[in-house]
Every structure is written in C-alpha cells, then in structure tokens.
C-alpha cells in the first residue's frame, strides 16, 4: 500500500510600520503659538498570547495482528509448468513461437539483401560512375535505417502478443486454482518461483491445475500455420 504524501503550507504575515513625514517650517512665517506639551503616551494594551496549533487528531491504534488459524493447510503449485504443459499453455507458446519464427525470416531477408549491396558497393564501387555510386550508397543507408525500425517494430509486436497470452492464462488459471484450493480447505497457496525452501511434494497442486485447465480446452492444441 504505498503511503500519501503529506504537505504542510505555512503562510506568514508581516505588519508594515507607517511613517508620518515631518515638514521644515517656512523662512519669515511667524510661529504658531506653542502646543500644549504632549500628553503622555498611552501603553498599547498587551496581546493575549497566540494560541497554541490544533493538535491532529491521534492516530487509530493498529489492527490487532491476525490470528493463525488451527490446523492451517498450505500448498503450492508451479506456474511456468502450468504453462508449458498444459494445452491451453502449448497454444499461446505456438503463437507466440511462430510469430517470433516470422519475424525472424523477415528480418534475415532485409539483411541479406543490405549485405548483396554492401558486398556490391566493396566490389564494384570503383567501377560505378558518380551517380550510380551515390545512389548505391544512399540505398544502403535507407536498408540499414529500415532494418532497424522493423526490428523495433516486430520486438514489439512480440511483447504485445506474449502479454496478451500472459494475461489470459492468468485469467483462465486463477479461478481453477481457488477452486482447487477450496476443495482441499486450504488457507494459502505458494508458486515455485516466488521461492520455497523445503516442501512436502505431496502438496504439488500442479498436476491438477494442468489437468483441469485441460478439461476448459475443448479441443487438443494444433500449432498454428508459419
């Protein structure tokens, strides 16, 4: 649960002192007969004293651990087997195998005909006129240029599709694997990957999750066409 961020904005006034500008008396002009001499100043009264800042209000005490519960069952179960072995798992690795192998054969016959006319231009270049040779170069550039977007293009296109079939298997595995754990009364389920450092092997849920996410699958998986 990540924490929210509190800020505090102190904002601080300042009283400005006024000053009264005394004027000189005119030369020749007569005196104005004396004031009276001034009453004594008058003490400001005294300010009452700033009142203290709003204390906040106490924190709620923290929730009371939760209790263990008696005779607590726990077992685990191994995803990635899950997916490589289970139909549902063979299909989205199939997709995913066969986009890679596609791009894969794309990729390598831009490169080969980059090299066919890198090996031209090292061969040939000295018998090319001016214009064929600047041609041929600029052609290299552009083929060099194009290999790289679509490497980055067809990578993520890749990634888009391995999320896809991630997602979904999650989708399809999660409410099996409840099931499975309310069945067997249990109160919490491990994965292998996460890191186990000792398990009875009699607690694999593995075999089961693969079994029954085989009974959702209607039909046996088929490699897609290349």
Avoid: C
């Avoid at 006034?13 to 000053?19: D, E, K």
């Avoid at 008396?25 to 203290?52: C, I, L, R, T």
């Avoid at 888009?160 to 298997?169: A, G, R, T, Y």
């Avoid at 499975?180 to 186990?196: R, Y």
Wanted: hydrophobic share 40%.
């Amino acid at each position: 649960m990540r924490g929210s961020a509190i800020l505090a904005v102190l904002a601080l006034s300042l009283t400005a002192t006024s000053v009264t500008p005394v004027f000189a008396q005119a030369a020749g002009q007569a005196k104005p007969p004396a004031a009276p001499a001034p009453k004594p100043a008058v003490p400001a009264p005294a300010q009452a004293p700033a009142a203290p800042p709003a204390q906040a209000a106490p924190a709620p005490p923290p929730a009371p651990p939760a209790v263990f519960p008696a005779g607590a069952k726990v077992a685990f179960f191994n995803p990635p087997r899950v997916f490589q072995e289970s139909m549902e798992g063979k299909v989205a690795l199939a997709r995913v195998s066969a986009l890679t192998q596609k791009k894969q054969n794309e990729g390598a016959e831009k490169n080969k005909q980059l090299q066919t006319n890198q090996q031209k231009l090292q061969t040939s270049g000295t018998l090319l006129s001016d214009a064929a040779r600047t041609a041929l170069e600029k052609e290299i550039e552009k083929e060099q240029v194009d290999i790289q977007r679509f490497q980055q293009d067809a990578q993520a296109e890749i990634n888009e599709l391995q999320n896809e079939v991630q997602q979904d298997f999650v989708r399809k595995v999660t409410p099996i694997l409840a099931a499975v754990a309310t069945e067997k009364s249990l109160h919490m389920v491990f994965q292998t990957d996460a890191g186990l450092a000792w398990y009875d092997q009699g607690l694999d849920l593995t075999n089961e999750i693969i079994k029954r996410l085989d009974a959702t699958t209607s039909k046996p998986a088929t490699a897609p066409k290349q």
